[in-house]
């Protein structure tokens, strides 16, 4: 499918998915489509929000008083910087950096970086806008941010991409703090970018505050299960989703799209509960593999070489195949775990999942799944479990080294794991119970949805017109 079919089907979906808001919540959106105009995927993300937030309203219509959630839907701060850097053969080369610190109702601000072209202030805002209510239904007290850079890391050398991080700290360093706003990393920043991240915060503050960034490598205060953690929270969100059917991952065919940090540890954890991982993708196609994808060679391939999934069938030989067009969905499957980016998958690629039988989705990646899709999975009554929920597991975990950094203390494998299962746990109660008592039960959007605005909108509540 080309880039233009594609931008094409999903305006089609966003079209064909706008359902009524509550009369009060109309004008509210009206808005901040006004002040935040061309930014789609922020205003489909808080229009997301908006459609569950009737059902509060006409059961608390205090809720609709104060401008509160007009306040929600704007963010406190927005920073964007201009991020000047020199490549290898002596020439400056200009990125535009953005923080976007959302909301500190619950916590400090608590969002990761991104590094990719497609970086803007809508995309920003869009996921610094899901991160507050992801970070509320956690249960932890953190608030909502997001940034990053319209820079691409692939093609960059080591050197490159150190001064890019340098120098993107030395602003970034003015608006951060443990107290204040704690970055991690997403897509595009890794462990390497943490690194070159903090050691340029340390330079530039004269002091090792530790919990300023999470994410960071075991030698100098991270957490285990943080580079694991957003994949193998996902996983265990279906695996909770799927025991209210009574049933579960064992014997499962899965498909992963993506095939970075989120994507590979969704697919470990998958296949350690039992399950059979036939398909992966990046963004130049997808590999399947029926007798089980090979964990170890897309490990190299990603991790260590930093090349094309194509790489997998080459590698593989018999049994595995890279298809350069078509979708990773059109690949049976009883589980889909969306976890490469927004948008990605649409409304005709989850009829096909639904036609192939399809039991659950869970968004692995932010907003992964356009409004048709969406629609259609609830409509055929699919388990389906929206990214603010399903891959929570890696902001909780960050939370957790925020917390093993404050207390000078550093957790094992097991204690670190069995914490962010039992969040995970905490999570799908919450969204399920809360969808129950709003009258909507298995509507996991909507509970999480209200779960989280209702946790936020009590603390702005309490802290006065701020």
């Known amino acids: 499918m080309t880039q233009h079919m594609q931008t094409q089907m999903i305006a089609q979906d966003r079209i064909q998915t706008v359902l009524p808001l509550d009369e009060k919540l109309e004008p509210i959106f009206a808005e901040v489509v006004r002040r935040n105009a061309g930014e789609t995927e922020f205003q489909q993300a808080v229009r997301e929000v908006l459609e569950s937030l009737g059902h509060v309203i006409a059961k608390h219509p205090d809720y609709a008083d104060d401008a509160l959630i007009e306040r929600i839907c704007e963010p406190e701060r927005q920073i964007i910087f201009r991020v000047p850097w020199m490549d290898d053969s002596g020439a400056v080369q200009v990125n535009r950096g953005f923080r976007v610190q959302f909301n500190s109702a619950l916590g400090p601000y608590k969002g990761g970086l991104r590094f990719h072209p497609s970086v803007n202030v809508g995309i920003i805002k869009f996921l610094g806008f899901e991160q507050i209510f992801k970070n509320a239904l956690s249960g932890l007290p953190i608030g909502g941010g997001k940034g990053g850079a319209d820079f691409d890391p692939k093609g960059k050398s080591e050197g490159e991409i150190m001064r890019f991080c340098q120098s993107f700290m030395t602003e970034l360093h003015h608006h951060i703090g443990e107290h204040t706003d704690v970055p991690a990393g997403d897509i595009g920043v890794g462990g390497r970018e ?48 799927l025991g209210t059917k009574h049933t579960d991952l064992e014997g499962k065919r899965v498909a992963v799209s993506g095939s970075g940090n989120v994507a590979i540890y969704a697919m470990e954890k998958a296949i350690a509960l039992g399950a059979t991982v036939v398909a992966c993708s990046d963004s130049s196609g997808h590999v399947i593999d029926e007798n089980g994808i090979d964990l170890d060679l897309v490990k190299e391939i990603k991790e260590v070489r930093r090349e094309r999934i194509s790489e997998y069938a080459r590698l593989k030989g018999t049994g595995a195949h890279f298809l350069g067009s078509g979708s990773i969905w059109d690949v049976p499957c009883d589980v889909a775990l969306p976890c490469a980016t927004q948008n990605e998958l649409s409304g005709r690629e989850a009829a096909t999942l639904i036609k192939n039988g399809v039991l659950a989705v869970a968004e692995g990646a932010n907003m992964p799944c356009t409004r048709e899709a969406v629609r259609a999975f609830q409509s055929a009554e699919i388990l389906f479990a929206p990214g603010k929920a399903a891959n929570a597991g890696g902001v909780a975990t960050s939370a957790l080294e925020m917390q093993q950094n404050a207390s000078r203390d550093r957790w094992t494998f097991e204690q670190t794991n069995a914490r962010l299962s039992e969040i995970i746990a905490g999570i799908h109660d919450r969204c399920r119970e809360t969808a129950e008592e709003y009258g909507a039960p298995g509507n996991y959007i909507l509970g999480a ?10 603390s702005m509540r309490a802290h006065g017109v701020v």
């Open 449 to 458: 949805n209200i779960a989280g605005f209702v946790r936020v909108a009590e």
């Open 194 to 241: 943490i690194g070159y991240l903090f050691g340029q915060y340390k330079r530039l503050a004269n002091r090792f505050e530790a919990g300023v960034l999470t994410g960071k490598g075991m030698t100098y205060g991270g957490s285990r299960v943080r580079t694991q953690a957003t994949g193998y929270g996902t996983v265990y969100f279906v695996q909770r989703m």
